[in-house]
C-alpha cells in the first residue's frame, strides 16, 4: 500500500468524482460556459463552503473540463503588493496569456477569507481590483464569505458548497478503497463516513489512516470493528484542533475535534499548545481577542489548582479553543436586508421567537446544524455577557438584532454599533491605491 496521501493520489478528476455538491458544480459550469462564450455575467464566483468537501477540487476539474490554465495562490499567503508584483510579473513574462489553453486561464484565490487586520486590508483590496479589471476567470475559495471584504462578495458570484450526506461520503470513500485495491464491509465505511460529519477529505485520511494500520499480516478487509477512531495518533489530533482554532470557524468540526481529544491531552497542555502557536498565526493587535481569553483559561486553571475544584477544567479547555476560535480576528460586513426582514424581526418577541432564530443565524454563520448551533448559545451567552468587542464582532457576523444581542446578555445597542465601522472599512479598500493590468 503507497504511503503517498490518498486526499491527493486519488483527487477528483472529472465532476462524476465529485461527491455531492452537484447544484453547486451545475452552477459553477453554467458560470464558466458563459465565460467561454464572452459573456460572463460576474467575472468572479466565490466558493464557499466547509472545510473537505471539494470546493478546490471543483475549480481544478473545471479548468481541466474546459482546457484553463490554473493558477493558484493563497490569500494569505500574499500582502497586496506582492500579488500585484507576481500577477503583474506573470502576465508580462508570460505574453499573450493564451498558451494554447483557449486563451484563458483561471486563477483560483485559496483562503480568500483568512485576510485578516489592518495589514491585510491592501490584500483585500487587491483582490477586489483584480477582479473588477480582469479579462480572466477567477474562483475564490472560502469557508467563511464573511471573513471577506464587501468588495470581494459584491464582485462575486456566491456558489454553495455543502456537506455531501453521509451516503454521499460513503461512495468517495468506496472509490479510493477500490483504486487502492482492497476490500471493505460498507458499515466500516459508513462508520467512518458517519465520523467525518460531511468532511470527504477527514473521512479519506481516516480511511486511509485505519487501512494502513489493521490491513497487516494476512488481514485483506476491513470491518466495522477496525474502525476505532479513538486509536488515532495524539498529536494528528492537536493539530487538527488547532487547525480548527485558527483556520476556520466551523464549530461542528471544532467540538468534534475537541471532543476526540479531551481524554488524551490535559487542559494545562492544551492551553500551552494555542499559547505556542498563537504568534505564528496572528501579531501586533490581532493577537489582543485570543490571548485575552487564553488569560481567562489560564485563570482557571489557576483556581483549579488552588481549590481542587477539577469540574473548572472543562472551562479552561473551551476558553483555549472555542474562546480562542470566536475571537480570532474577524472583519465582518454588513448585509443589507429588506424591510421585511425587519417587520419579521421585530415581532419575533416571544423567546422561542428569538431562540429559533437566532439557531438559524449560528447554523448558517458558523456552518453547523441547527442542534449544535443550540449546543452554541451558552457559550454565546458567556462571551456576551464578558467581553464586549468580541460580542460587537459576533453580533454583526450573525447579524443579530437587537433583541437577540438581548438574549445572548449583551448591551442591545451593539447590534448597531459597528455597522458604521464596518462601511468605512469597505470604502478604505475601495479606495486604497492598488495598480494592476490584467493578469
Ligand atoms: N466532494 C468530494 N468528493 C470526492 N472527494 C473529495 C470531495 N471533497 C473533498 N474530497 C477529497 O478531499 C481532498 C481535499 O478537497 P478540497 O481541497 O477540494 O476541499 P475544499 O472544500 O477546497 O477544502 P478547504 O476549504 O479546506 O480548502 C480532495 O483532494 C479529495 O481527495
Not at 455531492?20 to 453554467?30: C, L, Q, Y
Request: charged fraction near 30%.
Amino acid at each position: 500500500m503507497s504511503k503517498e496521501k490518498w486526499v491527493e493520489k486519488y483527487r477528483p478528476e472529472s465532476f462524476e468524482e465529485i461527491s455531492g455538491n452537484s447544484k453547486a458544480v451545475k452552477k459553477f459550469v453554467k458560470w464558466a460556459k458563459k465565460w467561454r462564450e464572452g459573456t460572463p455575467s460576474k467575472k468572479a464566483v466565490r466558493l464557499v463552503g466547509p472545510p473537505g468537501v471539494g470546493k478546490t477540487t471543483a475549480a481544478y476539474v473545471l479548468a481541466g473540463e474546459f482546457g484553463w490554465e490554473v493558477m493558484e495562490m493563497n490569500a494569505s499567503d500574499e500582502r497586496a503588493k506582492d500579488i500585484v508584483e507576481r500577477l503583474a510579473g506573470t502576465a508580462s513574462s508570460s505574453g499573450t496569456l493564451s498558451m494554447g489553453t483557449g486563451g484563458r486561464r483561471l486563477l483560483v484565490i485559496d483562503e480568500a477569507d483568512n485576510l485578516h487586520g489592518n495589514a491585510d486590508r491592501g490584500g483585500k483590496a487587491a483582490i477586489t481590483k483584480i477582479i473588477k479589471g480582469s479579462s480572466q476567470p477567477i474562483v475564490l475559495i472560502a469557508n467563511d464569505e464573511y471573513g471577506m471584504s464587501g468588495g470581494m462578495r459584491r464582485n462575486t458570484m456566491k456558489i454553495e458548497f455543502k456537506h455531501p450526506r453521509q451516503g454521499e461520503v460513503v461512495k468517495a470513500l468506496q472509490r479510493v478503497q477500490r483504486r487502492e485495491g482492497f476490500k471493505a464491509y460498507k458499515n466500516a465505511l459508513r462508520e467512518i463516513a458517519r465520523n467525518a460529519d460531511g468532511d470527504v477529505r477527514g473521512a479519506i485520511n481516516d480511511l486511509q489512516s485505519i487501512a494502513e494500520s489493521k490491513l497487516v499480516g494476512g488481514q485483506d478487509v476491513l470491518r466495522k470493528d477496525d474502525v476505532d477512531l479513538g486509536d488515532r495518533n495524539r498529536e494528528e489530533n492537536i493539530w487538527k484542533l488547532l487547525n480548527s482554532v485558527f483556520r476556520n470557524d466551523d464549530f461542528s468540526k471544532l467540538l468534534r475535534v475537541k471532543r476526540d481529544l479531551d481524554s488524551d491531552i490535559t487542559p494545562d497542555d492544551l492551553l500551552h499548545w494555542v499559547d505556542s502557536n498563537l504568534p505564528k498565526k496572528y501579531d501586533g493587535e490581532d493577537l489582543v481577542g485570543p490571548t485575552r481569553y487564553l488569560g481567562r483559561a489560564a485563570v482557571y486553571l489557576g483556581r483549579v489548582s488552588t481549590s481542587g475544584n477539577y469540574s473548572l477544567w472543562s472551562y479552561a479547555s473551551e476558553m483555549s479553543t472555542l474562546g480562542v476560535c470566536v475571537n480570532k480576528p474577524f472583519q465582518s460586513a454588513p448585509q443589507y436586508r429588506g424591510p421585511e426582514m425587519f417587520s419579521m424581526l421585530s415581532k419575533a418577541r416571544s423567546v422561542r421567537n428569538k431562540q429559533n432564530s437566532l439557531t438559524r443565524k449560528i447554523s448558517d454563520g458558523y456552518f453547523v446544524s441547527e442542534d449544535m448551533a443550540v449546543e452554541m448559545i451558552p457559550y454565546l451567552k458567556l462571551i456576551f455577557s464578558s467581553d464586549e468587542e468580541q460580542a460587537v464582532r459576533i453580533a454583526h457576523r450573525l447579524r443579530l438584532s437587537e433583541d437577540e444581542v438581548g438574549y445572548l446578555g449583551g448591551d442591545p445597542e451593539i447590534a448597531d454599533k459597528e455597522i458604521k465601522e464596518v462601511r468605512e472599512i469597505d470604502e478604505d479598500e475601495d479606495e486604497a491605491q492598488v495598480s494592476l493590468g490584467d493578469f
